[in-house]
Structures are given as C-alpha cells and as structure tokens.
C-alpha cells in the first residue's frame, strides 16, 4: 500500500512541476494570456493540493515528515520571519514575494515527500513520461512567441523564460533518449534545442553541454560507447570552432526564411563575437559585492540581494548566497549542499536516482554565478531534498 501511495506522491510531485514549467514557457510568450498568470498559478497549486488530498484519502491518513525536513524548514521560516522584522519594507519588492511563492510552490513539498518516498524511482519515470507535455508545450510556445510578433511579454527579442524552463525537458528527452534509444526522443531534443538557440539566451546551451559530457564521463556503458560519444562531441565542437561564421550564417538563413522576423539573440552575438559577455552581469556583481563587503560575515538577512540591489536581482545564486547569509556562512552552506550530494550520488545504488540527480545538478550548476536566486533555484532545492 505504502509503495502503491509512494509512486502517486511522486507522480503528482513531478505533475506540479512540469505543469509550472509548461506555463512558463507559454504565458511567458503571449501578452493576451500573461494577465492570467497568477489565476493559472492557483489553479496549478489548487489541482495539485486536491490531488495530494485524494491520494492521503485513498491510501490513508499517514503523512510522514522526516526530522531533517522538519528541520530545515523550520530553519528556513525562521529566517524569513527574522529577516522580514529586521527589514519590515522587503514586503514591498516583488521580487521578495516571488522569492516566497516559488520556494512554497515548487520546494516546499519536495522538501517534505521526497525523503519520505520508500521507492524514488518513480520520480524520474514521471518525467520521463511527462516529457511529452511539456515538449509540446515548448513547440507551442514559439509558435506564440512569433505571433506575439517576434518578442516575449517584455518587448525583447528573445525569451529568457523559455530557454530556462525549456532546456529542462530538452535535458530530460535527451536522458530518455541515452536509455531507450528511441529516435523520436533524440528529434524531440534537437527541436526544443533548436527552439532555445533561436528565441532565447545562450546559458542554457551550457546545461545541454554539461549533460552530454558529465553523463559520458559517469556513464556505465562500456569504454567504446564513451569513447565514442567523447569523438563525436569533439568533431562536433572542432567543426563548429572552425566553421562557425558559415554554419551561424547558414542556421540564420534558415531562421529568416521559414521564421520570418525571428533574429536569435545567441546566434547574433556569437557572430560579433560577444557571446562570451555577461550582459551588465558584472557591473551588478560588483555593485552587490560592495555592498555584502559592509556586512561580509552576516550578509544581510532572507531578501538580501533584492534589498541592496534596491529591488533588482542578483543574478547569480552564488551572489544571492551570500548577500542572504554572508561570506562565510553562505559559503559553508553551499559547500556542505555539495559534499551532501556528491556522497549521495556516490552512496546511491538506485540508476534512476543517479540519472535525477546528475539531470538537476547539470541544469543548476554550470551557471551557479551567472543565473538563479537562493530561495528560487528548485532543482538545487530538490538534489537537497534526495539528500535529505
């Protein structure tokens, strides 16, 4: 019974997140529906708490939290609580509110069911089998983003949105593909990626990367299997580094012939060769670290980034970090997550725990500096909830 009520909890854990993703990569695109965001937002958590409920009514009454949850969330409300005394006007930034909502909305519970779950193998068949939504869902959101006239609900010329939330299924279609070795998997990959190269940044290409040369490094297929993926991925990239001006100009013809209008941002920049630039990342580092110099030790309490940045972001978890709890405490903190889920991942016999944890790990830390907020990265959130 407990196995049975195990696999729905995680079920519905993953549906909660792919239903959030998916209505990332849509509303983020299409000003007529934008407005709707916050109803379609209680609607996802309204679903998803009735489907808990029936799942607690089903299988009976018994919650189980485990004493390091208990713990670590106790800590965590504290901190706001504190912080928000300390500094009553946080309140006011909206990017403080989204810091609150997100962590509730897609940590909280994993947080809380995760270390719980006697079988966690499921979790990641559930993605498997969710990835077909939200491939969907990524092929609907370009079509929205060029009906919305080339530009996301911001103005831009490229969506930022969508190559955050989409490079999650991509990594995950991809996983599936190195499993089953189904075709459409690969091709389902190949689309979204395309989708992300043409509307979006260039940070996500870095999770893709890291996937592909992580997973063949750790892979448990034989030496020639790694080998070969190692050269392919070398005659790629070298390809690429030697031709890349014509290979950029061909895909770009492309773009403006059947995507009339659309100029993608990553592709631009690579052929002015910016594609290494921050974006203005640096200039707001900067000015973020003079400000966590004044209290290096303490930081400045949950919200820290957002209150010296005077309402804007930091950019970076690891500058969220410390802003949040200082050098020193920040720094522990994030050393000892990473300890934790290297010895997990080490320590673990279950093939679909390892496989979870290296997809999460590969789309959260090879832009640990560069994207992300403390209280806002759930895939940092649940590689500590499989730790816990």
Request: aromatic share 14%.
């Amino acid at each position: 019974m407990n196995s049975m009520k195990d696999r729905r909890l995680s079920k519905i854990l993953v549906l909660q997140i792919c239903l959030f993703t998916a209505k990332n990569m849509i509303f983020s695109n299409y000003n007529l529906i934008m407005s709707y965001n916050t109803i379609a937002n209680i609607l996802i958590i309204f679903i998803c708490a009735a489907l808990f409920g029936v799942c607690e009514m089903k299988y009976g009454l018994t919650l189980r939290i485990n004493n390091r949850s208990i713990i670590l969330l106790s800590c965590v409300a504290i901190f706001w609580v504190l912080s928000i005394a300390f500094h009553p006007y946080l309140i006011r930034y909206g990017y403080i509110i989204n810091d609150i909502t997100e962590f509730v909305a897609y940590s909280t519970l994993a947080i809380i069911i995760i270390p719980n779950l006697s079988d966690k193998n499921e979790l990641l068949d559930s993605f498997y089998k969710y990835s077909y939504f939200l491939f969907v869902a990524a092929m609907i959101a370009i079509v929205l983003f060029a009906i919305n006239g080339n530009k996301d609900i911001n103005g831009l010329r490229y969506s930022m949105a969508y190559g955050k939330n989409g490079v999650f299924p991509c990594v995950i279609l991809l996983s599936k593909f190195k499993r089953d070795r189904k075709i459409y998997d690969l091709a389902m990959t190949i689309a979204i990626l395309f989708g992300i190269i043409s509307i979006s940044s260039r940070f996500p290409l870095l999770y893709v990367a890291a996937y592909i040369i992580v997973s063949a490094i750790f892979s448990e297929q034989r030496s020639a299997w790694k080998l070969t993926i190692a050269i392919l991925f070398g005659i790629i990239m070298s390809s690429f580094y030697l031709f890349q001006k014509e290979i950029v100009g061909f895909i770009l013809a492309i773009l403006n012939k059947y995507l009339s209008g659309v100029s993608s941002r990553t592709l631009q920049m690579l052929l002015s060769g910016e594609l290494i630039l921050d974006s203005g990342r640096d200039v707001i580092h900067q000015r973020l670290l003079n400000e966590i110099n004044k209290h290096a030790i303490t930081g400045y309490g949950a919200g820290g980034a957002v209150l010296l940045l005077n309402g804007e972001l930091a950019h970076g978890f690891l500058y969220d970090s410390w802003a949040n709890f200082g050098y020193i405490f920040g720094t522990t903190i994030i050393a000892i997550s990473i300890l934790a889920i290297i010895r997990k991942y080490r320590t673990t016999k279950e093939r679909n725990i390892k496989e979870l944890m290296l997809i999460l790990g590969c789309c959260f830390f090879p832009t640990i500096s560069l994207q992300d907020g403390f209280w806002t990265a759930y895939k940092y959130w649940w590689l500590v909830a499989l730790c816990l």
